[in-house]
């Protein structure tokens, strides 16, 4: 509609059902336009929020969140949900945010070949599969430096990980030995059984110590396919998310304030980092109220064995 508009200012004599035939483009669209200021809201009764004190929301929501670069439905939702309690649509915000530039940039999807693994790597449950993986950063002093972590494929929360200096597969064997502690509460022979482990086919992961911690402690090892990193994409998705507000945003002196920012970054990840595909909850809130389900469905369970007996 801009470029209508544009060409029409640009070209006065020329007619508007050459512009919009040549832009293909529905006259109807350009009077529309026309008709009304740039950036005003559509025709309908006036709502309880007036679209500069929505506005003003918006700006105190992001200033507010101490994550970077969040989506209109994040936004939306700490809307709806947090302390302003406002129940606006999600369009609304969208374009308030867009004719604002408070949008992120946007990502555009790439167009790829098929795939091997075109199913789906998100668990019915906490503990069924955890994603393993690893990530560098730099510090001045210590120069490169390794990030080894341990999320859970049901709430994407990290359960384990560790910051070295070099990344080996005893720093890969020690992110997973403190997720199993994390979880299980030690780690000893068969603390983890039945859960599945995905991995990349890096040196750390296809190692001897590392496939025998994995035998030791029962989980079982499942390798993604070579070349395809969506087999892993729980932990990769979590990976970009510790880049964009963490190891991208802070600039460490040396490897003990890293670990110090990053530990501090994964509480914070875990306890507030709201996800849309957990409906707007957190990792530990989706995993609390998936145990309080289980608790109350086995419940009712026993009570239900106990009437029949």
Excluded at 178 to 202: I, P, Q, T
Excluded at 219 to 231: D, Q
Aim: aromatic share 10%.
């Amino acid at each position: 509609m801009e470029e209508m508009m544009d060409v029409s200012a640009a070209v006065p004599d020329c007619p508007v059902s050459v512009v919009c035939e040549t832009l293909y483009a529905p006259r109807s669209s350009y009077y529309a336009a026309m008709s009304r200021s740039a950036g005003a809201s559509k025709r309908g009764p006036r709502t309880p929020v007036s679209d500069e004190d929505l506005l003003l929301a918006i700006r105190s929501c992001i200033e507010e969140t101490r994550f970077y670069g969040e989506g209109y439905k994040k936004i939306w939702a700490r809307l709806k949900y947090g302390r302003w309690k406002l129940a606006v649509g999600k369009n609304r915000v969208l374009r308030l945010m867009r004719l604002n530039n408070l949008l992120s940039p946007l990502r555009r999807p790439e167009v790829h070949a098929a795939k091997a693994h075109d199913g789906t790597i998100v668990t019915a449950g906490p503990n069924i599969m955890w994603g393993a993986d690893a990530v560098q950063f730099r510090t001045r002093e210590d120069g490169n430096c390794w990030f080894f972590g341990v999320a859970d494929h049901f709430n994407s929360e990290c359960v384990g990980w560790t910051v070295v200096k070099t990344g080996d597969r005893w720093a890969a064997i020690e992110s997973l030995r403190e997720a199993v502690r994390n979880v299980f509460g030690k780690f000893a022979v068969g603390a983890a059984k039945g859960v599945w482990l995905r991995h990349d086919n890096g040196s750390q992961y296809t190692a001897r110590a590392f496939q025998a911690d994995i035998r030791y402690a029962g989980l079982e090892s499942t390798p993604a396919f070579v070349g395809e990193p969506e087999c892993n994409g729980v932990i990769e998705r979590f990976f970009r998310t510790l880049r964009e507000q963490c190891l991208w945003v802070h600039c460490f002196e040396n490897i003990e304030e890293a670990q110090k920012v990053i530990g501090e970054f994964v509480r914070s990840y875990n306890e507030e980092w709201i996800m849309h595909r957990l409906k707007f909850k957190t990792p530990i809130q989706a995993r609390l109220d998936f145990d309080a389900k289980a608790e109350t469905a086995k419940q009712l369970s026993a009570e239900l064995e106990l009437t029949v007996a």
